[in-house]
């Protein structure tokens, strides 16, 4: 069965510390892997998806990378605005439309 | 602007009666979800639909049920039949199926009383 998990599940932050967020994974075949940000009472914003391992995504102060075993998402010198909750997903190979969704890390960056 | 609508944003119901959220897209997405979201839990998938006319059960698909007659709507009734109906239920579209990268609406928190 495939199995989504993510650590920690609460992070404190100050303003310009950076730190990973980790996505361990078990599957059968990936199809891809992807990060999302969610904001208290709203849905999911997607931000990566990621193929292979060794592959890497970055947007702003986000990076994504990919192993045959886990998935981090490094914070560069975060801000408060980047406090949300980051929830992992993943899609096997011939799962059709179902992602596997991890219960997600709550972030919250302090000035 | 182009996204997806959900409406009510919260609603809340006695035992024993139905009740029907609402989800429509602009994006012209061929495929539409619906998602549970539990605190603690990931989120499940609940009904998804890759064409207009057809739909397919997700994992947690008892006691609810979808229909999509048009491209832009995919309703989902919860029934009385389901057990535990208090969540945040999350609609999602995408412009194909067999992809992770889902736009999301923002989603409608049920309460049962």
């Known amino acids: 069965e495939d199995q989504v998990t993510q650590s920690p599940e609460a992070l404190r932050l100050q303003e310009g510390e950076s730190s990973s967020l980790n996505c361990s994974y078990t599957?059968?075949?990936?199809?891809?892997l992807f990060w999302y940000r969610q904001d208290p009472g709203k849905g999911p914003e997607f931000l990566f998806t990621l193929y292979s391992a060794g592959e890497e995504k970055e947007k702003e102060r986000l990076k994504a990378t990919l192993t045959k075993k886990e998935s981090f998402l490094h914070i560069t010198a975060p801000k408060p605005e980047d406090s949300a909750t980051y929830l992992c997903?993943?899609?096997?190979?011939?799962?059709?439309?179902?992602?596997?969704f991890g219960t997600g890390t709550q972030l919250k960056v302090e000035l | 602007d182009g996204g997806i609508t959900q409406s009510p944003k919260y609603l809340f119901r006695k035992e024993g009666q139905n009740v029907t959220l609402s989800c429509e897209q602009n994006l012209n997405h061929d495929a539409m979800y619906w998602y549970r979201q539990d605190p603690g839990q990931g989120l499940r998938l609940i009904y998804y639909?890759?064409?207009?006319?057809?739909?397919q059960k997700g994992d947690i698909a008892e006691g609810y049920s979808v229909s999509r007659e048009k491209k832009e709507s995919f309703p989902l009734t919860v029934t009385s039949a389901q057990k535990n109906p208090t969540a945040f239920y999350l609609c999602?579209?995408?412009?194909?199926?067999?992809?992770?990268?889902?736009?999301f609406g923002e989603g409608s928190r049920l309460t049962v009383l």
């Open positions: 639909s890759q064409i207009v006319n057809d739909f």
């Open positions: 999602a579209s995408s412009p194909r199926a067999n992809t992770g990268e889902l736009f």
């Open positions: 997903a993943l899609l096997r190979e011939g799962g059709g439309n179902k992602l596997t």
């Open positions: 599957v059968s075949g990936l199809r891809g």
